[in-house]
């Protein structure tokens, strides 16, 4: 017989905590739900608990399932233990439904772990990054409260919509990428191909060629020339920026300039503070306490000069200070948001305050993505345009000043 430490939920929602001794965690489960008790966690008070931790860190290398998947799992799994379904029958009938093999195999596992007396919780932790900080937090917080159904259902929602933003705004970028693309080769095509025959029948004449001739000719024959160069440099560029935004301080300085730049500045502050309310929201709402759910919104946050101030926010709030004033500090809040979460400090409605800045942030959000996108068509037809325009008039123009000679 084993010892086993248990926290749990009694039919009222309150938590209970114990030691009792069963043959395995099995046994130790089913003798909780005898009990009438909701098991959260269990975990044997001796070393050999160890062995249970070992299988619970045998998954770090999975990856993050992806946001429609995790949002089509949670609703399904809010859907089953609303309706009084046992946790890991749940877990069986929704891994049973038409879903990647990767997914079936992580949803097999969390299974497992949770028949072998494990929360949910720390089930999806040990599945490494496929699953969200902001997420496992969250779910953690509801079998502590016994409202699991509730914050899976608060999930759902939030992921679906974070994803339904970002597909948004990748369709929208479909359009002027494309265009840019096309105008790009077009570009490229008429000085490698087209400038260079002309040029020959104009160096035949002995024709004198206007400055922008010259300058087309040039660009001509350096691209022809160097153009294999110009590709790698700006490949060994690219990929000298990725390095340098994925070490922290390049992270940081992106973030405070991507903050203040003139057109990406209104758009990033709005898109942060969207992501920073919505994952307090539902932390703070599932019984998150509040340093905690600070903590894990800095680690939510795209912006690594946002997940910097955030962090200092929480040490703060731990030290003391009020929430309102320790965002006030961070200087990347909204101040709308500012108002709101100081009255709702006041009322002691912070979670549902928060979510409903959450939605007009993400309005907001959505509406200046529409507005950036309907900017972008028009300049990249302005610009490509142009450069077509100038090389079409350098072409044209000498033979324009050979036909007015031949006529005089």
Avoid: C
């Amino acid at each position: 017989m084993t010892e086993f430490r248990y926290n749990a939920v009694d039919e009222a929602g309150k938590a209970r905590s114990g030691i009792l001794t069963a043959p395995s965690l099995v046994e130790a489960r089913h003798a909780l739900r005898r009990q009438a008790l909701l098991p959260v966690r269990i975990v044997p008070t001796s070393a050999g608990s160890r062995g249970l931790q070992g299988a619970a860190t045998g998954r770090r290398g999975r990856r993050a399932i992806g946001a429609k998947t995790l949002t089509l799992i949670t609703r399904q799994l809010a859907s089953l233990v609303s309706n009084a379904i046992r946790l890991e029958e749940a877990l069986a009938a929704v891994a049973r439904q038409d879903l990647p093999g990767r997914v079936r195999a992580v949803l097999g596992e969390v299974r497992n772990q949770i028949i072998d007396g494990r929360s949910l919780a720390d089930a999806l932790s040990a599945q490494g990054s496929a699953f969200p900080r902001q997420y496992i937090s969250s779910v953690a917080a509801g079998e502590a409260s016994g409202r699991l159904d509730i914050v899976l259902e608060h999930l759902a929602d939030y992921t679906e919509t974070r994803q339904e933003n970002r597909q948004t705004l990748q369709l929208a970028l479909i359009y002027p990428a494309f265009l840019a693309l096309v105008s790009g080769a077009v570009i490229i095509l008429l000085l490698t191909k087209v400038v260079p025959d002309v040029v020959a029948v104009y160096q035949r004449r002995g024709t004198d060629l206007p400055i922008s001739t010259e300058l087309l000719i040039g660009m001509s024959g350096f691209l022809r020339h160097f153009g294999g160069v110009m590709l790698l440099s700006f490949a060994l560029i690219y990929a000298g920026m990725i390095w340098a935004l994925r070490r922290p301080a390049g992270g940081r300085l992106w973030g405070r300039w991507s903050l203040k730049a003139p057109l990406l500045g209104p758009f990033t502050r709005r898109r942060q503070a969207a992501e920073v309310s919505s994952t307090l929201a539902i932390l703070i709402q599932s019984g998150v306490p509040l340093v905690h759910a600070l903590r894990t919104a800095a680690g939510v946050a795209s912006n690594d000069h946002v997940a910097d101030r955030i962090r200092m926010a929480a040490s703060e709030v731990a030290e003391g200070m009020a929430l309102d004033q320790a965002l006030a500090r961070t200087g990347v809040v909204p101040p709308m948001m500012l108002a709101i979460v100081t009255s709702a400090v006041r009322s002691g409605e912070l979670g549902p305050a928060l979510a409903r800045t959450a939605r007009d942030q993400q309005k907001e959000l959505a509406a200046q993505t529409k507005a950036l996108v309907a900017l972008m068509e028009p300049m990249v037809l302005l610009v490509m345009g142009s450069i077509v325009l100038f090389i079409v008039m350098a072409i044209l123009t000498p033979i324009v000043s050979l036909n007015t000679l031949s006529g005089v």
